[in-house]
């Protein structure tokens, strides 16, 4: 590449695209050593070393010239410090600060996992295509090749990682009642609101025929084979399958996806399945953005909103940006603010203060797109197997079945 584009620059170095167009100017004036490039009538910065120690030298000048009267100083909710705990903030922190992100898990807590829960029972009443129904779909016309893969064995155990409201695992759960193999209904969830959610759904549904069982884990660090270990190790093992659901859209979420699938990889025995739905890449998916339960709610939805709101950043306070990145394939959502701001954190051990600079910005949500051999490429090189794959007519949605593989 001979250039950076202005975007790519604002992005990476976490600054606007004004500040960008100011140094390209300053550039011309002689204020700054900066190479340029003309591409069509314009001017962008030339891709070379000598301009990237410029460009960080300006970024780290500016973070400390902040004069007192020209930013905001905030503190953290009292309900943010009773949410999460040390390590959960100490993520978040750390996050903001060197990736400029809030990781998407954290938004389930609390009033986020009731906002979840409504829509996704927005989704479910939905005539139209959308990842819950189209997802559904996948799974019920699956049931042929899962009930063979299952074979002759007694006991189906479905382990759901992050079952959110359960929902989406609800038809497969009353197929296995009625196969009579349906054994442990273990959801795994970072959220104990989202938990209980789920619990109540089971209880309502199934009554005393499920067993919920509910486990608070986070699946980007927590391998979760010590839940299976003892049956798995039982004298009946052998009549025993664990059916690990991976629904959703929450994979694409993720900053680091390829951690979590050998995170679920070292958690799985040898016969166990891994089913995955997804939203594949079209050029209509790259442009959905409608998350909001009513149409005459913000534009920040409320479930992707909780992390900001408990750290008190106010809406007057950033604008949103939204769009696809077509260099990384992402659908974002991101809060850009158009103030300078100081969050200050307090803790018991003394305080931690967090500097964001006007124009700074914060990703807030993250879609991968992929298509069909994406995402079949990535199972593989996490070492899944791939037993079994389908799509929807429309070719928008996939759900895969999988094992780990052996050597």
Do not use: C
Request: hydrophobic share 35%.
């Amino acid at each position: 590449m001979l250039y950076f584009k202005n975007r790519e620059l604002a992005e990476t170095y976490h600054v606007s695209d004004r500040t960008i167009r100011n140094w390209i100017e300053e550039t011309k004036q002689g204020k700054l050593q900066l190479s340029l490039h003309e591409q069509g009538g314009r001017s962008f910065v030339a891709n070379t070393t000598k301009n990237l120690s410029i460009i960080e030298e300006l970024v780290s000048a500016r973070k400390k010239f902040r004069p007192h009267h020209t930013f905001k100083v905030i503190t953290p909710k009292p309900e943010f410090y009773k949410f999460y705990n040390p390590a959960q903030i100490y993520d978040i922190l750390t996050n903001i600060e060197i990736h400029h992100e809030i990781p998407r898990q954290y938004n389930y807590f609390d009033g986020g996992a009731h906002a979840w829960d409504a829509y996704v029972k927005r989704l479910a009443s939905e005539e139209t295509s959308n990842i819950f129904n189209r997802g559904v779909e996948l799974l019920n016309d699956s049931y042929y090749y899962i009930d063979n893969a299952i074979g002759e064995r007694k006991r189906v155990n479905i382990i759901d990682l992050g079952g959110g409201n359960a929902m989406p695992a609800r038809s497969l759960i009353a197929h296995l009642i009625k196969q009579g193999v349906m054994g442990r209904y273990v959801d795994l969830d970072i959220s104990k609101e989202m938990l209980a959610i789920a619990r109540k759904n089971i209880d309502k549904w199934f009554g005393d025929t499920v067993a919920f069982e509910g486990y608070e884990t986070d699946i980007n660090y927590d391998r979760f084979a010590n839940i299976l270990a003892e049956e798995y190790l039982g004298p009946n093992s052998e009549d025993t399958i664990n059916i690990v659901l991976f629904l959703g859209m929450m994979l694409a979420n993720l900053r680091t996806p390829d951690g979590a699938l050998r995170v679920i990889h070292d958690s799985l025995g040898l016969n166990d399945l891994l089913v995955y739905t997804n939203k594949l890449d079209t050029p209509t998916t790259r442009r959905f953005f409608d998350f909001n339960v009513r149409e005459d709610e913000p534009v920040l939805p409320p479930i992707h909103r909780l992390v900001i709101d408990l750290l008190n950043i106010d809406k007057s306070m950033y604008d949103l940006d939204l769009g696809y990145d077509s260099a990384r394939k992402e659908r974002y959502e991101r809060i850009r603010f158009n103030t300078a701001v100081t969050i200050q954190f307090d803790f018991a051990e003394g305080s931690r203060s967090l500097d964001l600079n006007k124009g700074d910005s914060i990703l807030v949500w993250r879609a991968r797109q992929q298509g069909a051999l994406d995402v079949i490429h990535q199972f593989d090189r996490n070492d899944f197997y791939m037993l079994h794959s389908s799509q929807t007519d429309d070719q928008e949605y996939i759900l895969t079945v999988s094992r780990v593989k052996s050597e």
